[in-house]
């Protein structure tokens, strides 16, 4: 199919995120049952929030970041338009993930006290945010403090690994704060030579 992400497990070949999550949970002895548990109901209320992802979470977050930051190195051209609904879907999102998913005595989602595969793949789309001007990011993410919190405690249940995984993101962010401010500062000198 020609997608990312995908794995090779000896002859067993396999793409799409959740469905990679799901195998690797299954496949290997000694994962622990909280990530994907045995227990048929559990399993599918972590599936609901898996499929309500794709259709909500990941729609408006790759909308919105897609059009606001990282369209033009990817050869896109920024869509503020399209930002704005991304951005509009997303924040009804994370009002329902703080208001429905995050609710419950629990840390995790489903009320849960420890993370499970959803974890995992929804705080991994919420990581792309980091790729916004802080402004942006924080203008979208400050008002949901359960959310912030639940990200927190998903990066302390799968720490050092969390940081690890997301390197690349964290140095797509390096590279578009040099580029946004190199384009501030033409954007400034343009202006200085055109009052002359």
């Given amino acids: 199919m020609q997608l990312v992400p995908a794995i090779v497990d000896g002859r067993f070949k396999l793409f799409e995120s959740h469905a990679i999550l799901i195998y690797l949970a299954c ?14 109901f559990k ?10 992802h794709h259709t909500s979470l990941r729609r408006g977050a790759v909308m919105f970041v897609l059009n606001k930051a990282l369209g033009p190195a990817l050869g896109r051209p920024l869509n503020p338009e ?5 951005e ?10 703080e208001s ?16 499970s595969i959803a974890d995992i793949s929804l705080v991994c789309e919420l990581m792309q945010l980091e790729v916004m001007d802080d402004i942006d990011r924080n203008r979208v993410l400050s008002p949901h403090k359960k959310v912030l919190q639940w990200i927190e405690y998903t990066k302390d249940a799968t720490s050092p ?10 140095k797509v962010k390096e590279k578009l704060k040099t580029l946004r401010s190199t ?9 200085v030579q055109s009052r002359m």
Avoid: C, M
Avoid at 82 to 86: F, I, P, T
């Fill in 161 to 170: 690994h969390f940081d690890e995984v997301h390197q690349v993101i964290f």
């Fill in 183 to 191: 384009e501030a500062s033409l954007d400034k000198k343009v202006q």
């Fill in 27 to 40: 496949v290997f002895p000694g994962v622990a049952d909280h990530w994907y548990p045995a227990d048929l």
């Fill in 88 to 97: 509009k879907i997303l924040t009804a999102s994370l009002s329902k993930l």
């Fill in 82 to 86: 399209l930002a704005a609904e991304g």
């Fill in 100 to 115: 429905f998913w995050l609710k419950g005595s629990g840390k995790f989602l489903l009320g849960g006290n420890q993370p």
């Fill in 43 to 52: 399993r599918a209320k972590i599936q609901s929030v898996l499929d309500w």
